[in-house]
């Protein structure tokens, strides 16, 4: 039952309007401590979210998303033991520090390396070391050549990576920004350049080990 809001005569408040059995549900406010205690929270939590891992991240099960490398696999772009790992966390990739990781991949559309004829063609010979379907006509023994001239400084004669220079292996059938041709091609044309976070400084040096030795053990780390 609902009636006009009014004023109690006991506690002087304001009712909502409803009632049940005679009873008039009070429209009491919160304390005002309440309140400001709340808000702060709220302020206290965005800061946690900017200051720790929250977001962008690997995900809840480390099983990582576009751009995001799997912890789950025993692939590792710069090494996979205890004292690579720990390298990687503490002073991350790209991150602007002196001892970061700092390999980067060439935008060889973008930068006038190869036209779109040979970017389309060595998409597809990369697509091919993962044994994935190549388009129609497409020549293989071009795409090796290209791929000879411009690739293997980092990724190796037969793709397999270099984890000094954080190339990945192009042979393992695990991709990091996708498989498709278009993604491929889109990686050649503009590079990849992904920043990891350094957390040297953020975190201390005790959860910094017990980081490494955790993601150490979801990949089967060497």
């Excluded at 590792?76 to 700092?102: C, F, P, S, V």
Aim: a negative charge; one cysteine or more; proline letters at 5%.
């Amino acid at each position: 039952m609902t009636d006009h809001g009014d004023i109690d005569s006991v506690s002087g408040t304001a009712t909502t309007g409803h009632q049940w059995d005679g009873i008039k549900e009070l429209n009491t406010p919160l304390p005002k401590w309440w309140l400001y205690t709340f808000y702060l929270t709220i302020i206290w939590a965005v800061g946690y979210w900017i200051v720790y891992p929250a977001w962008p991240c690997h995900g809840s099960g480390a099983a990582g998303a576009k751009g995001y490398p799997n912890l789950n696999d025993d692939d590792w772009l710069w090494g996979g033991t205890l004292d690579q790992i720990m390298q990687t966390i503490r002073y991350g990739a790209r991150a602007g520090n002196a001892k970061t990781h700092e390999g980067q991949m060439l935008a060889f559309g973008k930068e006038g390396v190869l036209k779109p004829d040979q970017i389309v063609t060595v998409a597809n010979y990369v697509r091919s070391l993962s044994g994935l379907p190549t388009r129609p006509g497409y020549d293989a023994a071009a795409g090796a050549k290209i791929f000879a001239e411009n690739c293997t400084a980092c990724h190796g004669e037969n793709g397999k990576g270099n984890q000094e220079l954080g190339a990945p292996d192009l042979t393992d059938k695990i991709w990091l920004y996708g498989s498709d041709e278009a993604t491929v091609i889109e990686t050649i044309t503009n590079g990849r350049s992904g920043v990891m976070p350094a957390w040297e400084g953020r975190l201390d040096p005790v959860t910094l080990k017990a980081m490494a030795v955790y993601v150490h053990s979801l990949g089967g780390g060497k």
